[in-house]
């Protein structure tokens, strides 16, 4: 069966464009402050953009994810159907989980390829066997690449659905909880050395499942998705983090993104790459995901 989910929830869009609307504040305050070019923001994380296919490519992010943690991920082929269901179906641009599908049985995979733009790639990922949900955001040292200046770690839960939900920003049975404190400095020391075997991201969130939130600790996790393009720091959306902090959160946040764009090289430089994702982001999927639909 091909399940998708009901509109967002509207109560919660003010928090979120006050959320945006101060970051993007934050981060210009602080490229005046150190002279930074703004649009230097995209290049971030540009060694990792397929220029030729427009995309953050999921599968060539995959590679980039230590065997331990990785789930299989290949193209969907109708004549090619999984072993073993569920299984998620994702569009290969895919961000913040657009236009995910999960699909319970040969039937639903062979019905997927009804609708959708054959040009468009989609990879299908195994289910992970973990049953907790942990968003990660990071920011490396604008001083030192191999460090990290900032940490958050976000447990995340399903108010409508207990098995193998799709959780976003856009899910309005999406809950976030902030646990960054439940861990002691050297413990998210130790997270932040295994999150730096996965790629050289300057900035990321990294979505993983594990058993408890102490399997991040052990590496004992799968890696169910890379955000690399305007990743949002989820511990804003969390409901045990006062406004107060979520300011000064999003000021200390975009000051470390405005210095790590400072220092980026001129081949790194994002100004174009905001347009391509975003022809691929925001126009094509509306191609071929029905509009305001989101998956529980």
Request: glycine fraction near 4%; proline fraction near 6%.
């Amino acid at each position: 069966m091909l399940q998708r989910e009901k509109p967002s929830d509207r109560s919660s869009r003010p928090l979120k464009i006050y959320i945006r609307i101060s970051l993007v504040f934050w981060y210009l305050w602080a490229c005046l402050r150190y002279w930074v070019i703004p649009w230097n923001y995209f290049g971030l994380n540009s060694t990792y953009f397929n220029k030729k296919k427009g995309i953050f490519s999921k599968l060539e992010m995959d590679s980039a994810i230590p065997a331990s943690f990785r789930l299989r991920q290949t193209y969907y082929d109708p004549d090619k159907p999984p072993q073993s269901y569920p299984v998620f179906i994702k569009p290969e641009w895919g961000q913040n989980s657009n236009g995910i599908v999960r699909v319970h049985n040969e039937k639903g995979y062979q019905a997927f390829q009804n609708g959708i733009d054959a040009t468009m790639p989609f990879i299908v990922q195994d289910a992970a066997a973990e049953k907790k949900e942990f968003e990660i955001y990071y920011l490396r040292s604008p001083d030192n690449g191999d460090n990290c200046a900032f940490l958050s770690i976000t447990q995340v839960t399903n108010t409508c659905r207990k098995h193998h939900p799709i959780n976003s920003i856009h899910n309005p049975c999406t809950v976030y909880r902030d646990i960054t404190q439940t861990f002691s400095s050297k413990e998210l020391q130790a997270i932040w050395f295994s999150l730096r075997k996965i790629g050289r991201f300057r900035m990321a969130r990294v979505g993983l499942k594990a058993a408890d939130p102490r399997g991040i600790l052990r590496e004992e996790f799968h890696i169910v998705e890379i955000n690399l393009f305007l990743p949002m720091p989820l511990v804003l959306l969390t409901e045990n983090v006062g406004l107060v902090e979520k300011n000064r959160i999003m000021k200390k946040t975009m000051s470390f993104a405005a210095r790590l764009a400072k220092d980026i090289p001129k081949k790194d430089f994002g100004k174009y790459i905001f347009f391509q994702k975003l022809i691929v982001h925001q126009i094509i999927p509306h191609q071929i995901i029905p509009q305001g639909k989101v998956t529980q």
